[in-house]
């Protein structure tokens, strides 16, 4: 707390100074870190002259479990049930990463049924995330229909993952080398009807929210990213297209099955919190097609290659960085390994460190109270891939 | 803005009435999927206590505690306990679990204000609730062993060439990945080598590191890397999932690499005035000698015949045991001073009491050189052969031609598999009689593949009855089928001829391989009552002494196994037993 | 990629190797990271994705990774540079680069490395610390972990040989 109290309370006098020097008054606010958003826990510390932000400052750090720490200490197989952890709305991306970079790194080949496995994970796994999204975006509005209806939609999806993968958050399915079991019976069709129920639901959801005049009222023109700044800030993933520039990891490097499958980039121009909503809107029946494509194409066979026996695997050494599209942005695993039982080195590059400190600082900065959640959940912030 | 905007967000009203899809009134109970991660539960009696889901869990929520279970061999009295607290659910435990008595259930509730409660113990006797369990495709061990190159059988049965190749260095090093580390091995070994341990230095391409680990156990460790009976590998849990780890070859492969045993074991002696002597050098008194020698006595080895190595170079063919094995073997255990008179039977012209009298202690492992005889009409005769005698002959370069004739050998032990195979080598048609199924046959399985790949019948379930002999010589045999009788529990089935199901076949020699016993002739002409024998053997205390002071027994004479591991342990047990006595005397 | 990279060499004068998955690496001098960070910055890597630091203690170095993503040409850039462990100071990017401003700011607090010119090195995640930097690989989490919660730790106990017993 030390440390901390010290800046705390550093940045009260400095309010004060500032106070006598340029006779400006302004409050100091604590944002957080109970759920600001509902995401995780998080704060941010304002100084705001009435209602106008003058300077924020992000302030994470209340969910650091030390994982990258962890990871070093644990042999390989062992932290494939730890990375799922790292970002809660979103598990199944760390699974894919860290499955990938150990492939990469040993050569082990994974089985083309497996990879598509994987990614229709993904892809349920995306469209469980953007449900998520809607959600806690309608709610920081103040609206909470959205959030009743699509929680309650998200829970068919987690139905199926309790299916496949025997849990419902924490899936812990993917291993190197492939998937842990094959899919359970009627399972793809499973899939195919919820995808039916599902494409019907987001016109539902347009009614209530997405084409609402209240929501479009209150979001067109907050929180702006421009073509420039987003480059300028490494903004990534759907923020980056709600900007204009069409860039999409699963497009540009593709990885696991997308090759094969024939999706649209989505793109807005605006770059303000109406845009950034509504690519991912749009995405989201962008990614029922790919899963419909996934289920067409699925093809047999084995689904998983093995590995040596985990208690004696080492790994070869070198290094790799790999990286998929998550629905907050890139997310990347830089996997260091030194030829041992145990990595020398997982760096976790979250979405939201790049996102959730320097950019939302900057976007905050002379809008209003009432806007702080709003824009934080606009960028899909998750906090517990910032600390990690 | 669209007025159309602005009532659209009424269409929610439609769900007014619906019925809500999450939330349940009254409240109904989910069932979880089939593959539900819940709490979990353990078959305590399929369980082998091996350890691995204590090893893989990340969490340290497993923990090994002994129990009060029946332990039988290949399995340990220790079963998990699981801290749920700790738990995360992700099932490695499950999937690395080799026998699959492991399972998470569909159990998903706990509820307490104690913590301690959370500690389950889920060791239970029956089947419930399965949820993710173990599927033999997704095991976390490889169940294949790493391949060895093959000599073909045509070209295997031509000449007495050894059939064993041996694993080449990035397969050893592979295979030995395959260890789970759990030691049931070493509760199995005889000698207790520390086969994890030199599994774990082999894979980290420290073979003289290895073979260090192995010569602290057993100084043969060569000749039994190549003919051991490896029970080590019979209750290796990885055995249960495919094929168990191969840790004989692992243990060939390191030795062979190693050129002289002198440079890399630290043989440096403090030497002690005492003086032993050993009977038979076998492996019993070889392994004897090393480790009485490593402690300091001066040790004087007497052998029956010209060259050292006992059953090992005598019994054994040299297709399977090369010789060059054993001198290598030998060679570093008279280089630390061990002296073998060679030529020397004791009980002729030295006595036992003689030995008794200049030596401070004196170990017998003469080994078991009587052979069992099937008691049956006709069987006396020239052509009847026994299988000992019968490989002591031909290992000792004795011209032995079969070439075109039909050879009958019963029995179904390793001596067995030794006496059909070289009689195929010499050119015989051969022919094995066993009286009970395949599985009961005590010889490897290894080597009842190969003896069928070059071509030997296997009469399994038979029983010879009567030879018929035609001016002496032997016609043919006759011999009845059998019935497996499973009456008493936890033997081996009993065979019941069928006696009114008489067969004949032409033979021309029989070849008895059917168990032999030990040789106790010139010790009961010396003892005479003052020795305590016992069913054909003498009786030993802990220490192997006998009931005469000083005069210790091991090896084939003195246990029930009748191998080279167990003659091997016998010795390194009885040169401890040895130090004690002499120590407290 | 090939083509750009010949081309990059050619530009810049700098040993690129090219890996798997689109990657490529390089190494540098501790002295010479900015200039080729502004260098590569002109060539089109707009993108900065991460900052890595690893503790290589039995070389007594850091290694300082810096990933950056050129998006036309699609190659990802690791740019490495060693400094001495004893004294960690580098000079910042995070003028070149905005984002690179928090990351060298959790590198600061996790591995103790400066970052000379970075105007917000102030504390980042950790509160109330006064151990070594964490990340570091002589910072021992187990002992700290049994100090301060008092738990108990069976890593010795679980790969303890149960053969000893026979020695």
């Keep these: 707390m030390k440390q901390k109290t010290e800046q705390k309370k550093s940045l009260n006098q400095g309010g004060k100074n500032m106070t006598e020097e340029k006779s400006i008054d302004f409050f100091e606010y604590f944002i957080g870190p109970q759920h600001p958003g509902i995401t995780g826990n998080f704060g941010v510390i304002l100084n705001a002259v009435g209602d106008e932000i003058i300077k924020a400052q992000a302030n994470p750090g209340y969910l650091h479990r030390a994982f990258e720490k962890l990871m070093e200490q644990r042999m390989y197989l062992q932290n494939v049930p730890l990375v799922c952890r790292i970002c809660v709305p979103e598990p199944d991306v760390n699974e894919a990463l860290y499955s990938m970079a150990i492939e990469t790194l040993t050569g082990i080949e994974v089985p083309e049924r497996a990879k598509y496995i994987r990614t229709i994970v993904l892809e349920m796994a995306r469209l469980a995330a953007y449900l998520f999204y809607f959600g806690g975006t309608a709610a920081t509005l103040g609206l909470y229909t959205l959030p009743n209806w699509s929680f309650g939609d998200r829970d068919y999806i987690l139905d199926l993952f309790e299916e496949l993968t025997g849990a419902r958050i924490y899936h812990i399915y993917m291993q190197p080398g492939g998937v842990r079991r094959d899919l359970p019976k009627d399972f793809t069709k499973k899939l195919y009807s919820l995808l039916q129920t599902l494409k019907k639901r987001i016109k539902e959801y347009d009614g209530i929210f997405f084409d609402a005049a209240l929501f479009k009222k209150r979001t067109k023109g907050v929180g702006v990213i421009n073509k420039d700044m987003a480059i300028e800030y490494s903004v990534t993933g759907p923020n980056l297209r709600a900007s204009g520039i069409a860039y999409d990891i699963r497009k540009d490097t593709p990885y696991l099955a997308y090759p094969d499958i024939n999706f649209n980039v989505i793109t807005e121009n605006e770059g303000d919190f109406y845009s950034r909503v509504m690519v991912r809107r749009r995405e989201f029946e962008e990614d029922i097609k790919i899963l419909e494509q996934l289920i067409d194409k699925l093809p047999s066979g084995e689904v998983w290659n093995r590995y040596p026996m985990p208690l004696n695997w080492k790994v070869e050494k070198g290094d790799v960085y790999v990286k998929v599209e998550s629905t907050k942005g890139e997310y990347g695993y830089y996997v260091v390994s030194d030829g041992s039982e145990k990595p020398r080195r997982i760096h976790v590059r979250g979405p939201s460190m790049t996102h959730g400190i320097m950019l939302l600082e900057k976007l905050l900065k002379g809008q209003r109270i009432a806007d702080i959640s709003p824009i934080m959940f606009s960028l899909d912030i998750c906090p517990p891939d910032i600390d990690r | ?585 | 990629m090939s083509d750009f990279i010949t081309r990059l060499k050619n530009i810049t004068g700098l040993n690129i190797h090219k890996e798997k998955l689109y990657q490529a690496s390089l190494k540098v001098d501790k002295e010479k990271i900015r200039k080729t960070l502004l260098d590569l910055k002109k060539e089109g890597f707009l993108q900065f994705t991460t900052l890595t630091c690893i503790d290589w203690i039995e070389e007594k170095t850091f290694q300082l990774v810096y990933h950056l993503w050129h998006r036309e040409e699609k190659l990802h850039l690791k740019v490495k540079i060693d400094i001495d462990r004893d004294a960690p100071i580098v000079e910042t990017v995070s003028d070149i680069y905005i984002v690179a401003q928090t990351y060298e700011r959790e590198v600061k607090e996790m591995f103790g490395v400066d970052f000379k010119g970075n105007k917000r090195l102030i504390p980042f995640i950790l509160e109330d610390w006064n151990e070594i930097p964490p990340m570091r690989r002589d910072f021992n989490t187990r002992e700290y972990v049994k100090d301060m919660y008092e738990t108990e730790d069976r890593t010795e106990e679980i790969f303890k040989p149960r053969w000893k017993k026979y020695d």
Aim: charged share 30%.
């Design chain 2, 1 to 585: 803005m669209a007025w159309n905007d602005i009532l659209k967000p009424l269409s929610g009203w439609k769900f007014l009435f619906k019925k809500p899809h999450t939330i349940r009134y009254p409240k109904e109970d989910k069932i979880p999927s089939e593959r539900y991660r819940g709490i979990h539960t353990n078959m305590i009696d399929k369980c082998i206590g091996c350890g691995s889901c204590e090893k893989i869990c990340m969490n340290q929520a497993i923990t090994m505690k002994e129990m009060d279970v029946e332990v039988k061999e290949g399995t340990t009295n220790l079963r998990p306990v699981v801290d749920h607290g700790r738990c995360c659910y992700c099932g490695l435990c499950v999937d690395i679990c080799p026998t699959g008595s492991l399972w998470l259930s569909r159990d998903y509730r706990h509820l307490s204000e104690d913590i301690d409660t959370f500690i389950i113990d889920p060791n239970v006797k029956e089947k419930e609730r399965e949820g993710w369990q173990k599927a033999p495709e997704f095991s976390l061990i490889p169940p294949e062993r790493g391949k060895m190159e093959e000599i073909p059988p045509e070209k295997r049965v031509k000449s007495f060439m050894e059939v064993f190749v041996g694993y080449t260095e990035p397969i050893a090093k592979e295979e030995a990945q395959r260890c789970l580390g759990c030691g049931l091995c070493v509760d199995a070994c005889a000698t207790h080598m520390h086969i994890p341990d030199y599994l774990k230095a082999i894979r980290e391409g420290n073979n003289e590191e290895a073979v260090r680990i192995m010569f602290k156990n057993n100084p043969l460790s060569e000749i039994c890397g190549t003919v051991c009976t490896h029970f080590c590998e019979n209750v290796c849990p990885v055995g249960i999932i495919g094929e168990p780890v191969a840790i004989q070859w692992e243990k060939e492969f390191a030795t062979r690499t190693i050129e002289d045993y002198k440079k890399i074991i630290d043989t440096t002696i403090k030497e002690k005035k005492e003086r032993v002597a050993v009977v038979g050098a076998g492996p019993a008194g070889l392994s004897f000698a090393f480790y009485l020698r490593l402690k300091g006595y001066k040790i004087d080895v007497f052998e029956k015949y010209e060259k050292p190595g006992g059953m090992m170079l005598l019994g054994i063919p040299s297709y399977r045991l090369p010789r060059k094995v054993i001198e290598k073997e030998i060679k570093f255990i008279t280089s630390t001073g061990v002296k073998i008179h060679t030529g020397t039977q004791i009980g002729k012209k030295k006595t036992f009491k003689e030995l008794l009298k200049k030596y401070s202690a004196v170990f017998v492992a003469t080994g078991n050189t009587k052979p069992y005889t099937m008691g049956i009409p006709g069987e006396e005769g020239k052509d009847t052969l026994q299988a000992i005698s019968f490989l002591y002959d031909v290992n000792t370069g004795k011209k032995i031609d079969l070439k075109g004739k039909k050879v009958l050998v019963v029995g179904g032990g390793n001596v067995a598999m030794d006496a059909i195979r070289t009689s195929r080598r010499l050119g015989a048609d051969v022919y094995l009689s066993y009286r009970r199924r395949e599985v009961d046959m005590p010889a490897d399985e290894l080597e009842r593949k190969e003896a069928k790949e070059e071509g030997i019948e296997f009469m399994i379930q038979t029983l010879p009855i009567e030879v018929i002999r035609e001016k002496g010589k032997i016609k043919a045999v006759k011999y009845v089928p059998t019935d497996m009788d499973f009456s008493e529990k936890g033997k081996r089935p009993k065979p019941v001829p069928r006696m009114n199901d008489v067969r004949t076949l032409e033979v021309d020699i029989i070849i008895e391989a059917i168990g032999q016993g030990p040789d106790l002739t010139y010790l009961e002409q010396e003892f005479g009552e003052s020795l305590k024998i016992e069913k054909g053997k003498p009786v030993v205390d802990k220490n192997l002494m006998c009931s005469i002071k000083g005069l210790f027994f091991g090896g084939d004479m003195a246990n029930k196994q009748n191998d080279i591991v167990s003659a091997v342990a016998d010795g390194r047990r009885a040169a401890e037993g040895v130090h004690n006595y002499l120590q407290n005397k």
